[in-house]
């Protein structure tokens, strides 16, 4: 079983930055490949970036590429997601998630085995 918690939503202006932590519980942390989700109102669920169990390996959506950076310490059970350059389009309720399994998958919401509560990011234009 991982529980996970993340923090570090908020109120930010367009072109501002925000690091989101997600903080994981149990000693397996580091056998699961991690994920950043967002879902807007209104709107499905979405992948946002991923990282390999190792963090060697990351993907992100084409909407983020070049803006967010997805970063994990397996040593304080912690997975980041660095958002720079934010804009009012990345708006929504951003979820970790983690997942065993082939990496492949990753950006497959119903793959994940643990999700997050949630943290709310609002960019204002």
């Known amino acids: 079983q991982v529980q996970l918690v993340e923090s570090g939503g908020g109120l930010v202006q367009a072109g501002g930055s925000l690091r989101l932590s997600c903080v994981a519980s149990g000693r397996t942390f580091s056998s699961y490949h991690m994920g950043w989700f967002r879902q807007a109102p209104g709107k499905e669920r979405e992948f946002v970036a991923a990282v390999t169990w190792s963090g060697e390996t990351t993907d992100y959506a084409d909407s983020v590429k070049g803006r967010f950076t997805i970063s994990r310490d397996n040593a304080k059970n912690t997975v980041y997601l660095q958002m720079n350059r934010l804009k009012p389009e990345d708006t929504a309720v951003y979820y970790c998630?983690?997942?065993?399994?082939?990496?492949?998958?990753?950006?497959?919401?119903?793959?994940?085995?643990?999700w997050g509560q949630g943290t709310q990011v609002t960019v204002s234009s």
């Open positions: 998630a983690a997942k065993s399994g082939a990496y492949s998958s990753r950006r497959l919401d119903y793959k994940y085995d643990y």
